[in-house]
């Protein structure tokens, strides 16, 4: 789609543009905004077709644009969030099913800042629904979560491809930059809440000031084989999930997409999934032991002791997210207590459950 303008303002997302978009015509729009994004805005577009519109033609659609501040998208430019996204979308989505929204129109513009997603609104699918970080969901639903990230995971693993990806960055590109990994992480704990200081357990307290010296060579583990195609933002908040025995698993929000160990996604997903009726303690094995199981279905040779050190290794990214996640974003929403708190309960897990003192000891010396 060379000449489709790329719109920057909801108001731009008429008719007309979405008749170019779907090659149909479309007579009237309403677009709806959905709330809670920090990296771009999302709209929910549904439109009404004039006689003689493809059959089958979607009903609604949802459409990312980047954010209206142009200080907060030069931010996400500099940082590619924009690009990868749409990188994703034109090279890797076609290739991978059911399992990621359709995609209709992806297009970036470097020198303007505008990108646009056009993509399937997932809970148009029956029986699907958008998961929430907060109401959590049942143990089958996690479990077929944890499935589909492995599958996803076996389909790139150490696949050549990626390398040739130039916009497809490793964990010590995402980083604040090498030898910045350390102040960045003091200075994330310091900003955190007082409330929050106060909760760390003994382990999270040591797990930190061990990686505040360690944090480099952890994301150089976490870059090293076997890598895969990671979400690498894989909580709740950004899979649609069916209802059926075997639940459908769509993945969308594919902003911070990166090449690393697929144990990244598997451990994020896991401690911060609020699991009904069960504790973490209690709902962790059967989480990670779903996607090892699934992994090894799919070919991958894998070794269990690979497997518990790699998630072990991984398991610092998840301090490090749910740090940054409390101490930099503004959660003064309704639902943004229950959330930071959601993240903070993921570090005391695995920092403690994990023994990551211990291992950034052994594995990590001096």
Known sequence: MPDLP???APEELTSDWLSAVLDTPVASVVVEPIDGGLIARTFRVKPSYTLGATSGAPTALIVKLPMADLGIR?????RN??????????????????????????????????SMLVLEDGTTRP?????????????REAVAASRGFARLHAQWWDDPRLLAEDWLPTPIEIGPGPGLAADELRALWAQLPNAHQQAAKPALRETVELLSTRMDRVYEETASAPWTLTHWDSRLDNLLIGSGTEPEVVTFDWQIVSRAQGARDLVQFAATTAIHGMSMEQAWPELTAAYYTALVAEGIAYSRADFDRAVRIAANQTVRTAVAVVARFDFTNERGPALAARFFDSANFVAEHL????LLREEFPG
């Open 74 to 78: 030069a931010r996400n430019e500099a």
């Open 127 to 139: 029986g699907m629904r958008v998961g929430d970080n907060v109401a959590g969901c049942s143990l």
């Open 6 to 8: 790329i719109p920057d």
């Open 355 to 358: 023994d990551l003192p211990g």
């Open 81 to 114: 969030f924009y690009s990868r996204e749409v990188a994703f979308y034109q090279h890797h989505a076609p290739l991978m099913g059911a399992s990621v929204p359709t995609c209709f129109a992806a297009m970036h513009e470097p020198a303007s800042m505008r």
